[in-house]
């Protein structure tokens, strides 16, 4: 099983990037996605889940409005397109596959926005 997230670096305040995480190893269609993320010293966070059913999302209230999470089946490809960036969002972004009781996580990509 593998997770490889791609697509972080550094931004400015008000920039965008998109993420993106390219998953192998399992039946990547029927597994709820999600991307997390940590700061320095802090928990690591839900930022965003879509599941395998429906694709219906959700976010963190921080990241309503401004980051969409998407899923492409046929490229077993998981996508986070954020705009808008803080300096708060600042961190390393993870890709989580989670189906049942079984889930995987990426390896990380940072995400640096100065002001």
């Known amino acids: 099983v593998q997770l490889v997230e791609s697509g972080g670096g550094s931004v400015q305040f008000g920039g965008s990037l998109r993420l993106s995480c390219a998953a192998s190893?399992?039946?990547?269609?029927?597994?709820?996605m999600s991307w997390y993320r940590q700061a320095p010293g802090k928990e690591r966070e839900l930022v965003a889940t879509?599941?395998?059913?429906?694709?219906?999302?959700l976010y963190a209230d921080s990241m309503k409005g401004r980051f969409t999470i998407s899923r492409d089946n046929t490229k077993n490809t998981l996508y986070l397109q954020m705009n808008s960036l803080k300096p708060e969002d600042t961190a390393v972004y993870y890709c989580?596959?989670?189906?049942?009781?079984?889930?995987?996580w990426g390896q990380g990509t940072q995400v640096t926005v100065s002001s």
């Open positions: 989580n596959a989670r189906g049942g009781t079984v889930g995987y």
């Open positions: 879509i599941t395998h059913v429906g694709g219906f999302t």
């Open positions: 190893g399992f039946t990547f269609s029927t597994y709820d």
